[in-house]
């Protein structure tokens, strides 16, 4: 199953992508009497995706006639992953960590799906790559959770980009949060794929595109520390609950500048555009 939230006539919800279009989820609660959260979040907190197992007979809107947007505006965690594929680490002259290289980003970095990159002023970074990434949706709320058990508290995956101001992160290992915290410099979605819909995670190809070419492509087989395993890990230190988000890092990174366009593709998962905009200082008081 294929969950999006999206934007229709001026009203936002959340539904199931079909090959004939997206079925929303009031929809299907009018034909079969159900009560499915029309939030995408509430859909993975409540554990039970049956109800919207089933759509046929109920109407779908075109994909042209939406504008697809993030599954949910702020994951309880985002997690990101650094360093986890040798050709990233090579790429920026760093050596890969034993142990996850795990950050945290903050729901302010957000972007919504095929927007805009906004480049800080040149003063606050002049360097910037866009990573594309698979993400790991949590499903359950967790703790310790050995490895013959991950797979019931995983709820599916999405694409994502990560974005990472190199110049700031050059000056101090320190400065990491720093440089991956800046507004627009994370989104995941439009679409997220439910476990049971990939046979064999680890066989996935993460691909990063940069205007008319393809920066960076590799297999999850490659990865340094693989997505069970990641998840494995972090619930070693942390309670994971539904939603959290774990970005699972990328094989390179695409310097970008003004007027250019990335794309995350994952065949299976889905795809998330943006393209880019250089900013300037502008003061905001609200």
């Given at each position: 199953m294929k969950l999006i939230r999206f934007r229709h006539l001026g009203t936002v919800h959340?539904?199931?992508?079909?090959?004939?279009?997206?079925?929303?989820?009031?929809?299907?609660n009018s034909r079969r009497g159900t009560k499915v959260p029309d939030c995408v979040l509430g859909i993975i907190q409540s554990g039970d995706t049956s109800a919207l197992a089933d759509t046929r007979g109920c109407g779908s809107?075109?994909?042209?006639?939406?504008?697809?947007?993030?599954?949910?505006?702020?994951?309880?965690?985002?997690?990101?992953?650094?360093?986890?594929?040798?050709?990233?680490?090579?790429d920026i002259n760093a050596v890969q960590p034993d142990e996850p290289g795990s950050f945290m980003k903050p729901a302010s970095c957000m972007m919504q799906p095929n927007t805009e990159i906004v480049l800080p002023p040149a003063e606050v970074s002049n360097d910037v790559d866009a990573e594309g990434e698979l993400g790991v949706v949590i499903g359950k709320t967790c703790r310790f959770v050995p490895m013959e058990n991950i797979k019931d508290?995983?709820?599916?995956?999405?694409?994502?980009?990560?974005?990472?101001?190199?110049?700031?992160?050059?000056?101090n290992p320190r400065y990491l949060t720093r440089a991956k915290s800046i507004d627009t410099f994370f989104s995941f979605g439009p679409v997220i794929v439910t476990a049971d819909e990939i046979a064999d995670v680890d066989q996935l190809e993460v691909i990063t595109e940069h205007n008319d070419g393809i920066c960076s492509r590799d297999f999850v087989y490659n990865m340094h520390h693989r997505p069970y395993e990641l998840v494995r890990f972090h619930s070693d230190f942390f309670t994971l609950y539904p939603g959290d988000l774990i970005s699972t890092g990328c094989p390179k990174g695409a310097r970008i500048k003004g007027g250019d366009r990335v794309r995350a593709r994952i065949e299976g998962v889905g795809t998330l555009s943006a393209s880019v905009r250089q900013g300037t200082r502008v003061t905001v008081i609200r």
């Open positions: 959340s539904g199931v992508v079909t090959p004939e279009g997206i079925v929303p989820v009031p929809e299907v809107i075109p994909f042209a006639d939406v504008t697809p947007l993030l599954p949910y505006e702020v994951p309880p965690k985002i997690y990101c992953i650094g360093l986890n594929y040798k050709s990233h680490a090579a508290v995983i709820f599916g995956y999405t694409t994502t980009l990560d974005l990472t101001a190199l110049d700031v992160l050059r000056k």
